[in-house]
């Protein structure tokens, strides 16, 4: 058995996939082309897809060609002429410099929603129902366009519009109403514009000279022209009058409480200036590290020693002594700098003054602080206003540098050319059609309808992948389908009056049959599982038939029905209430269960008719000592086993089988088919391969020749005497499919050419 499974998978992994034809090895999946894709996406549905694309498309094409439109565009010139004034001599390179500008400038008047607003009131115009519209302006904002012809003095106006009066009505009124805005009176517009930018001009400047002393009276109410340092000092003096005025109330509460006075003399002295003080003298610097240093000492004294003990007293007294060291070398440091003018400060030694003195100066703090919070706000306040006083003088700043630039342009514009307006062309009626949009949107109809259609086949074929023809069960470079597919077998359901079907699918199940046999030892009996992935997929069929072929061609073939559920092959076989199976499992042996059907060499096991045993009953062991017994006398055993997916005794038969046979219906999903292959991968079994039921034509005759057909053919016709079909079971011929029916009618050609081949002959063909 070990040596039977070995030579199966040697010699499959290098069969070719399609009868000898497709050397394509299925352990490397070869790279799909474009066309793979395609046919992979869209077999099967082809015509469906055609039927909604192409009436999909017309539809969408006739909805764009309706909804298209015919325009019509009428057009009107205005001549710009330089005369340019000459001053000392002529320089006719100057004057292509502002004509330039100078043409630029008409042509953005003539687009400006003043000159259409003006343009609707023109009386021709205005009798229509278009100008009354609330879009008009808009349409003629969005089909309104102005050129300037670089090679000439024209400015040419075009207006484009679905009625050809419309265009014409309009292209006028916009040049009449630009001539008469800017032509006819355009000097005099000209030096009244020049008046008021320049009065605007002083207006701007006058108001940056009102901004510029404001700010200057508010910098010089401080002596510093930095408020902002100004601010921080006055912060730094609160907080050091804040940390006294703490200092002198910390001391009242002291004497109010009886305790022993304080000897501190500088208070809550600033960080930076004590940092300057220390910096000052060396000598204070050296104080201050030793005081910091006897203070950390105590503290961790404090922590392990009670209050009261030598240890405490001794590093109480030595922090003590090295403040009041700090304390009066820092007194003699800050008189020194007050002498020097370095730094001017004062200080007090509360633990030196009387409760009332203290008093005093806690209300001298308080007032001070007062003041300097008074003066804080009225900084701020200062501060916010010079800030939007600069905003204010940079946005005037910007208006004046736009108006002076402006003033110049016009009056070079006006120094350089004068009278030069005047309409050349009178707009004319348009008689042809300008632009056609049908036909642009017919064919993006038409095209949008076609390319969505195949998308969505595209996607659906992607989504929902189904089994409609031979190239979607090869395998690809996803390595979606790795067993060959070993053949077809065609639709046969309107056989009886088709001669040339029954031909094509009797020679397909021949097919097969030779498939098969180039996987297996010849030498061996060899157990062969029909399954599928769905009910209905005609896996008993495909048994009958295969019995048949492997029967006619001289060997010994045996059929065992294993699907308990369905017993469609015991049923095909008019065997019905006769033991099998179920009878051979439960003894142990098989006693007679099989049957010798008419055909010579070949025999059946039903299903039984044991209603205690069930599906859930068969073991592999129990299966596989069963076709142990089969191969001593058959050299073929092939097996009908539920669906592979949805019943109970399809694993157990796989796994006990040499090799399974997969066959899947046109059109069944093929996600279930890789379910399968995967689930016999996992329990052991070998998948030799796949059958596609109810295929088309086009993969029928993949396997068919017209030398065979016109053969058969031959030999149908000259066999005048005729002979009678043998039966496969005792069931009458219209409760047999149509595959079965196919192959007894081919087979009465072969019985009326001589006996039945023996068993171990080279397999016969007919």
């Not at 009041?324 to 004062?346: D, H, K, N, P, V």
Request: hydrophobic share 35%.
């Amino acid at each position: 058995m070990a040596d039977n499974i070995h030579q199966i998978r040697r010699t499959a992994d290098v069969m070719p996939m399609y009868g000898g034809n497709d050397e394509l090895s299925f352990s490397e999946p070869p790279r799909e082309s474009l066309v793979d894709i395609l046919r992979d996406r869209f077999g099967g549905r082809w015509k469906l897809m055609v039927l909604i694309a192409v009436p999909l498309s017309i539809v969408c094409a006739l909805v764009g060609w309706i909804s298209g439109t015919q325009t019509y565009q009428s057009s009107g010139s205005i001549r710009i002429e330089p005369t340019a004034i000459i001053i000392r001599e002529e320089t006719p390179e100057h004057v292509p410099l502002f004509y330039e500008k100078f043409v630029q400038t008409q042509r953005i008047l003539i687009l400006q929603r003043r000159n259409l607003q003006n343009a609707l009131n023109d009386t021709d115009l205005k009798a229509t129902e278009w100008a009354k519209s609330a879009t008009a302006v808009r349409d003629m904002e969005r089909n309104l366009v102005v050129d300037a012809d670089a090679s000439s003095q024209m400015i040419h106006v075009r207006y484009e519009t679905e009625d050809p009066e419309l265009a014409q009505l309009v292209t006028d009124a916009v040049m009449d109403t630009y001539f008469d805005i800017y032509g006819r009176t355009g000097g005099d517009q000209l030096n009244s514009k020049l008046e008021r930018l320049k009065d605007f001009q002083v207006q701007l400047e006058r108001e940056k000279r009102s901004i510029h002393l404001d700010s200057q009276q508010i910098i010089n109410r401080y002596a510093s022209t930095d408020l902002n340092e100004l601010h921080q000092a006055k912060l730094r003096s609160i907080e050091n009058l804040d940390g006294q005025l703490a200092a002198g109330k910390r001391e009242l509460r002291r004497i109010e409480a009886g305790e022993e006075r304080s000897t501190e003399s500088i208070l809550q002295i600033d960080p930076r200036q004590l940092q300057e003080l220390l910096t000052y003298d060396p000598k204070l610097k050296m104080q201050y590290e030793t005081r910091a240093q006897r203070m950390a000492e105590f503290e961790s004294i404090s922590l392990r020693y009670r209050r009261g003990t030598s240890m405490y007293g001794r590093a109480q007294e030595n922090a003590e002594n090295a403040d009041l060291l700090f304390r009066r070398q820092l007194q003699r440091t800050m008189a020194a700098m007050e002498q020097t003018g370095s730094m001017a400060m004062a200080y007090r030694s509360w633990g030196t003054m009387s409760p009332e003195r203290i008093r005093e100066e806690v209300g001298v703090i308080e007032s001070d602080m007062n003041k300097l919070r008074s003066e804080v706000q009225q900084i701020t306040a200062d501060i916010k206003t010079l800030d939007d006083k600069a905003l204010e003088r940079q946005r005037v700043q910007d208006e004046l540098d736009k108006t002076l630039h402006r003033i110049t342009s016009l009056e070079l514009e006006s120094q350089s050319i004068t009278g030069r307006i005047s309409i050349a062309q009178e707009a004319t009626k348009p008689l042809e059609v300008f632009a056609d949009s049908r036909k642009k949107q017919a064919i993006f109809g038409f095209g949008f309808a076609l390319f969505g259609t195949v998308g969505a086949f595209f996607v659906l074929g992607t989504v929902d992948r189904r089994t409609y023809g031979t190239a979607q069960l090869r395998p690809t470079a996803s390595g979606v389908m790795t067993p060959p597919c070993l053949g077809v077998l065609p639709v046969l359901d309107k056989s009886d009056s088709d001669d040339e079907s029954r031909e094509v699918a009797s020679h397909c199940v021949h097919q097969i049959r030779n498939q098969i046999e180039a996987l297996r030892d010849p030498a061996d009996g060899y157990v062969l599982a029909v399954s599928s992935p769905f009910q209905g997929d005609g896996k008993t069929s495909i048994v009958l038939a295969l019995g048949w072929s492997y029967a006619a061609a001289g060997y010994r073939t045996v059929l065992v029905d294993c699907d308990l559920v369905g017993r469609s092959l015991t049923r095909q076989l008019g065997l019905v209430g006769e033991s099998g199976l179920k009878e051979s499992i439960a003894s142990g042996e098989i006693n007679g269960s099989v049957k010798t059907l008419s055909v010579g060499g070949l025999s059946a096991l039903p299903a039984g008719m044991d209603g205690r045993f069930g599906p859930e009953n068969i073991r592999r062991r129990e299966l596989q000592k069963l076709f142990d017994e089969l191969k001593q006398q058959y050299e073929l055993i092939i097996v009908d086993t539920g669906p592979l997916l949805g019943s109970l005794e399809s694993t157990p038969v796989s796994a006990a089988a040499d090799g399974v046979l997969l066959t899947v219906r046109r059109g069944r999903s093929r996600t279930r088919l890789e379910e399968c292959v995967n689930k016999l991968d996992a329990v052991g079994a070998r998948c030799i391969g796949m059958v596609l039921n109810y295929a088309g034509r086009s993969d029928t005759y993949r396997y068919v020749s017209e030398a065979s057909l016109a053969d058969a053919e031959a030999r149908a016709h000259g066999d005048s005497n005729g002979v009678p079909s043998p039966a496969l079971s005792r069931t009458s011929t219209h409760e047999r499919n149509a595959l079965v029916l196919a192959m007894e009618s081919t087979s009465r050609q072969d019985e009326s050419t001589g006996p039945a081949r023996e068993s171990g002959h080279d397999p016969a063909q007919f």
